[in-house]
């Protein structure tokens, strides 16, 4: 079983700046990605940023310049620094864990955070 606990949300103001975590616990093995989603309301899922344990980065288009994905291998955790953060970034953010190749693999979610850009 695995789960994956997320922090840092919340609400911001324009040009302000959060870091969201998100820890993975249970049966990690072989992990292919990790990486961050969100969805706003009446919108699809988008990835926000992706990365893999062999291989690039890869950032939406729209968050690029702005926001930082790392990783903490020995912890299992993945952060997410937000910078700039505009009212379109808001959105639940879910965090993303891929265990298995890049062939083929199992996706994990989290419960998400909230992060509300508004002034």
């Known amino acids: 079983q695995v789960q994956l606990v997320e922090s840092g949300g919340g609400l911001v103001q324009p040009g302000g700046s959060l870091r969201l975590s998100c820890a993975a616990s249970?049966?990690?093995?072989?992990?292919?990605?990790m990486g961050w989603y969100r969805q706003a309301p009446g919108k699809q899922r988008e990835l926000v940023a992706t990365m893999p344990s062999v291989g690039s980065t890869k950032y939406a288009d729209s968050v690029k310049g702005r926001f930082t994905i790392s990783r903490d291998n020995a912890k299992n955790t993945v952060y997410l620094q937000m910078n700039s953060l505009k009212p379109e970034d808001t959105a639940v953010y879910l965090c993303?864990?891929?265990?298995?190749?890049?062939?083929?693999?199992?996706?994990?979610w989290g419960q998400g955070t909230q992060v509300t850009v508004s002034s």
């Open positions: 993303n864990l891929k265990l298995g190749s890049a062939l083929i693999w199992n996706d994990y």
């Open positions: 249970g049966s990690i093995f072989s992990i292919y990605a």
